[in-house]
Structures are given as structure tokens and as C-alpha cells.
């Protein structure tokens, strides 16, 4: 391997080593108390060594070089300061510089305003940069602010979307995001906190000149951090050139074995080989498989699921939305098993994983490191297996000396006390098993969840007023496990009506609600009851609490309930007479009046004009109302 550059080349007081911030809260590192109480709410409380230890200088807005193995929770450490210098203000001279720039140019012809994000976060993978967004969201969502994800293999038309409805932080990886800077679609000119994540990662698939570019567009002035494992293929100048002042924090050497992680080195023959990896499969906990080509790695999930182990593939030949599935599926647990190329063996944060097997020893230590690190993340432990055939033990065994692991090989069949061992008791086989149906299923169950808790909610709340009226006391209203519709009287007004209506004996009570309802003011009342006097020649009643209704409504559609409902009468022995009578009817309901208004009494309905005017046409000798 070739030799990296170590940090002797910054002065002794710029790096850390500080081992005695460890069980810090991050409430005493400084961090904002919004963002404390959002981490709290996910059960983050003490900071792990490498954000107790970078958080102070960056947080105080201090370029940054973190160094140390993967796993070790590089994510929150940029993340935190990233959103609470935004989120607190910043230092504000480049939204300054950009709103002067902004001004000078309103009066070029042709100038628009282009979507200017004050953060940006760059890293090698779209894996990566899903990630690292969901742990984003929540804290810039305590101040407000929005992100964007941006990479390719999906369509621009959502993200340029997302950045002009203003996305205060952008989550880049860097050949998309200079696509569109080249469409002329946004500008770095506004930000603030530029970040690189997995830096020698973005270095080996030749990313750096990207990142360069891109680096060279944002304010100079601005707060620039960066984390990679190493410092070699290049990093070391784009530190050189991009961080001013930095502070170099290194927690852990990156070559430095994790103590929480146990490596085996199974040697099988080829015979055997798949049968032992479906053991291996068979457990009850999450598991990553590696294979080393994409065929490779589709063939085995596909032939685990039809063996009754639920799995997935993740590799470069899924398109970004078939792969954003099958990781999430694997996240949320739907399925146990993930087979994958070395396209996750850098940045994916799957927590629980509890064994990592490398189908076949990879090409150099660095890879097996970053395939070892997906398990025993953050504190947890976890086993890594490599599987290797005898000709490639002495290969293996070099390989991890390099990574600084000493294990001797152990010779293992299906059914050895070995794999038993490290898988335990085997989950149960799922014939026929598809992750669309698996979906399905869960969806299912969610909703049956939902409604036994509605059920429950409205089960407290009825135990709740029972006890209230056995107490002799008035029931609160409760809106526990009931359903918002429009049956629910937000009013009090309409209200007091409803409750009027039922103690009042129904709708045709003129009295009931008067007391409460301020239309029903005395002077308002007469003989006839309120409006009678003149709705009532024009055969209709607008008040619904008119205690003659019975008597209106004996000239109106009170006569047509023996011919069912509204709209609907008897049919006669003329056809045209029953069509005309029903276009009548649906005339007079704009009207406000029914058969029985002036145009009606004296035939059979009338329509808009004649239910006010009471003009009469001659048709087939009977009256009908004149169009």
C-alpha cells in the first residue's frame, strides 16, 4: 500500500488527540438547546470521541480535519455545527456579499435571482448522501431551514424544484451538482459551510477534481470542514489548499481495529461454499454479504429467497430507485439478508447489523476495512467472517495482517459447531417471499395497529364520561379517538342548536334554541312566527324552526313524500306530463320554493321565473308555468 501522508505536517498544537472529553453531553460541548432537545428525542445524549472532540472548534466556526475510522460517528460531528452556525446566523458576510452582488446585477438585462444555499455537503455515494440527509432534516427543521438531496440516476426535475422553493443546505455528490451549476440552475456564491465527507473515498473514484471546482465557487471566507479515514491519493492538497488554519482532529487511526468486532476466517471448499453461506444467512439477525462482482451479488439474493430467506441485492446495475428500496427494506427490517458489491461497503448506516461476510477476500485492506466497518457501529459489537478456499488462505491471512488483524483460518463444513455457534437459533423459512408483498403486509398491519389504538382511545373515552356522570359531574367533551367530519359542531352556536333540537322534540319545535340563537330576538316574532308572514305567500319557508311549517309545506313538497323523495313525484298516465313535472320541480329548487309558490298554486310547478311571477302558459289543456 502506498504510504499516506500523516498529519506531523500541521504544528503539534493543531492536533488533537484529547481523550478526556470522553462521556461529554453535548449540551456541555456548546451545542444550541434546540438541537440538544432533538438529539435527546432520539436517544443521543453523550457524544462519542470524535464529536467531543471536534465539536468545540467547529462549533466556533474553525476549519476542521477529522481523521478516524469508519463508524465512529463522523456524521453528527459536521452535521451538528453545520446546521447551528446557519441556524444561529452564521457569520453572515457572505449573505452580505451575495445580496450586494445580487443588486448590482438587478439591473443587467436578462439577470435572475438563482437559488443561492448557504450549506453544502459532499460525498462519493448516493447511498451516502440519503444518509447523511435524514440525519439533517431533523436538526435544520428546529430552525426551520430545508435540504435537497442531489445526484444522478434520477431525474433534475425535483431537485431544481426543491432548490427553488429555497433549500437552505444542499447534499451533493459532485458530478450532479456541477451539472446543474453548468445549466446555470444555482450558485455557491452564499456558502457558508462547505463539508466533505469520506474524502478519500470521493479521491479513489477520481472525484477530486470535481470537488476542486466546486470548493472554488463557494465563499473563501467561509467555515470548511473535512473527514477521511486517510490523507493520501491527493486529500492532503485539497487540505492544503481549501482549509485555512485547520484544526486536525485525530481520534482514532483508521488502521486501529475496532475492539467490538471479532473477525473469523472460515477456509471451505468449493463445493461447499453455498451451503455454508445459506447458513450463515439463516439467523435471525440483519447480515451483509459482499460479493465481489453485480451478477454475483443478484444471483445470490435471488437464490436465498427461493431457499425461504427473505433478501436483497444492492449494486450498480439497480436503478437509484430500486436500490433506495431495497436499502430501506433492509433498514426497516423487512428483510434479514443483504447482498451487495463493494457500492455499500462506504457510508451505509444500517444499525443492528450483527454480521458482515466477505464471500471472497477483497483486493486490498482498505476494502476490508470499510466492508468490516458496517458492523459494530458506534459502540455495538458484531463478527465478521471471510470466506475463503484453501488456495487463498495465505492471501487472506496478509491481508488482514496489513489491516492490523492477526486470526489463524479454521477449516468449516454445513452444520460445523463454528457456524452454529455464530448464527444461533435459525429463523423460520418464507416460501414464495417477494418484497412487494412484504409491503403489503406491513401496510396491513400498521392500519390494523391504527385502529386497535383508535378503538382504545375511544374506549378510555367513554369509561372516562361514564365515571364523570356517576360522579354527578358534567362529561368534558373529548375528541379522544373521534373522527373529525362535519358531523362535529365546532360552532358552539350550532352547538347549543343541536342539543336544543334534542331536548325541543325535533326540528319542527318553534321555540327550541331561541334563547341561545340570536337571530330569534323578540321584535322579530310575531303571530306567525318569524318570516312567516311573507315566505309563506311565496310557498316556501327559509326558517327551519317555523312552527306552521306543517302548514307551507302542505302546498309544497310536504305532498310529494307519498311519491318518495325531493325531486320525485307520482307517475301519471301521461309520460309528458310526468317529464314536465320533474323539470318543474328541479326549476323551483333554485328558486327556494317547491310547487305550491305563486306560479304553482294554481297548476302543476313552474320553474325559476314562474315560481316569482306567477305568469301561466296553456299546454295539452292543463297550466303549467311559463319558461
Known amino acids: 500500500m502506498p504510504e499516506e501522508p500523516q498529519a ?278 440483519k447480515s451483509i454479504f459482499f460479493t465481489r462482482t453485480k451478477f454475483q451479488a443478484q444471483k445470490m439474493a435471488k437464490k436465498l429467497v427461493q431457499q425461504g430467506i427473505p433478501a436483497v441485492d444492492l449494486q450498480g446495475n439497480l436503478s437509484q430507485n430500486q436500490r433506495d428500496r431495497n436499502l430501506s427494506a433492509f433498514t426497516d427490517g423487512l428483510v434479514r439478508v443483504l447482498v451487495a458489491t463493494d457500492v455499500a461497503a462506504r457510508g451505509i448506516d444500517v444499525s443492528g447489523v450483527k454480521l458482515v461476510v466477505q464471500t471472497e477476500p477483497p483486493q486490498d485492506s482498505k476494502s476490508f476495512q470499510h466492508r468490516s466497518g458496517r458492523t459494530a457501529r458506534a459502540g455495538e459489537s458484531g463478527d465478521v467472517v471471510t470466506l475463503v478456499l484453501p488456495e487463498q488462505v495465505r492471501y487472506a491471512k496478509s491481508l488482514m495482517r496489513r489491516a492490523g488483524i492477526e486470526v489463524e483460518p479454521q477449516e468449516v463444513v454445513p452444520g460445523s459447531p463454528a457456524i452454529e455457534e455464530l448464527v444461533g437459533e435459525p429463523a423460520p423459512t418464507v416460501e414464495n417471499w417477494t418484497l412487494a408483498g412484504a409491503r403489503e403486509k406491513e401496510q396491513e398491519e400498521r392500519k390494523e395497529l391504527e385502529h386497535r389504538q383508535k378503538a382504545a382511545a375511544r374506549r378510555r373515552s367513554r369509561a372516562a364520561r361514564r365515571e364523570a356522570i356517576a360522579r354527578g359531574e358534567e362529561p368534558e367533551a373529548s375528541d379522544e379517538g373521534r373522527p373529525q367530519g362535519k358531523r362535529h359542531h365546532k360552532d358552539a352556536r350550532f352547538a347549543d342548536s343541536a342539543s336544543a333540537r334534542r331536548r325541543g322534540g325535533g326540528r319542527g319545535n318553534a321555540h327550541h334554541g331561541r334563547e341561545r340563537d340570536p337571530r330569534y330576538r323578540e321584535d322579530r316574532w310575531s303571530d306567525d312566527g318569524p318570516f312567516i308572514a311573507t315566505e309563506r305567500d311565496n310557498g316556501r319557508s327559509g326558517n327551519r324552526f317555523d312552527s306552521k311549517r306543517s302548514a307551507n309545506r302542505t302546498n309544497g313538497r310536504a305532498n310529494d313524500r307519498s311519491a318518495g323523495k325531493r325531486g320525485r313525484v307520482k307517475r301519471t298516465e301521461n309520460p309528458f306530463e310526468y317529464q314536465e313535472r320533474r323539470q318543474g320541480r328541479r326549476d323551483d329548487r333554485h328558486a327556494g320554493g317547491y310547487r305550491g309558490g305563486n306560479g304553482g298554486n294554481g297548476g302543476k310547478g313552474g320553474n325559476r321565473r314562474s315560481a316569482s311571477s306567477g305568469h301561466f302558459s296553456q299546454r295539452g289543456g292543463r297550466r303549467y308555468g311559463s319558461r
Open 8 to 285: 506531523a505536517e500541521f504544528s503539534a498544537d493543531e492536533i488533537s488527540h484529547d481523550a478526556d472529553r470522553a462521556d461529554l453531553t453535548f449540551e456541555q460541548l456548546g451545542v444550541p438547546g434546540r438541537l440538544v432537545n432533538v438529539l435527546a428525542d432520539d436517544g443521543k445524549i453523550v457524544a462519542f470521541p470524535i464529536q467531543a472532540d471536534t465539536l468545540p472548534d467547529s462549533l466556533n466556526g474553525r476549519d476542521v480535519l477529522g481523521r478516524g475510522r469508519t463508524g465512529s460517528g463522523k456524521t453528527l460531528a459536521f452535521t451538528i455545527p453545520l446546521v447551528a452556525r446557519l441556524g444561529e446566523g452564521g457569520t453572515g458576510a457572505s449573505a452580505m456579499r451575495e445580496f450586494k452582488r445580487l443588486r448590482e446585477r438587478e439591473h443587467e438585462p436578462g439577470a435572475e435571482r438563482l437559488p443561492h444555499p448557504r450549506g453544502m455537503v459532499l460525498a462519493p455515494t448516493r447511498e451516502l448522501v440519503n444518509q447523511i440527509d435524514d440525519v439533517i432534516k431533523p436538526l435544520a427543521r428546529a430552525y426551520g431551514m430545508s435540504t435537497v438531496t442531489i445526484y444522478g440516476g434520477v431525474n433534475q426535475k425535483r431537485q431544481v424544484a426543491r432548490l427553488k422553493a429555497g433549500a437552505d443546505i444542499i447534499v451533493a455528490c459532485p458530478g450532479r451538482l456541477e451539472d446543474l451549476l453548468g445549466q446555470k440552475l444555482l450558485s455557491l456564491a452564499a456558502v457558508e459551510v462547505s463539508v466533505l465527507d469520506e474524502a478519500d473515498e470521493m479521491a479513489d473514484m477520481g472525484f477530486l477534481p470535481a470537488v476542486t471546482r466546486l470548493l472554488g465557487q463557494t465563499d473563501p471566507n467561509g467555515q470548511r470542514m473535512l473527514f477521511s479515514a486517510t490523507l493520501d491519493h491527493g486529500v492532503d492538497k485539497v487540505v492544503e489548499e481549501f482549509l485555512h488554519d485547520a484544526k486536525v482532529h485525530a481520534v482514532a487511526d483508521s488502521d486501529e481495529p475496532v475492539d467490538t468486532m471479532t473477525h473469523h476466517l472460515f477456509s471451505v471448499s468449493r463445493g461447499n461454499k453455498y451451503e455454508v453461506i445459506r447458513a450463515l444467512a439463516s439467523g435471525k439477525g
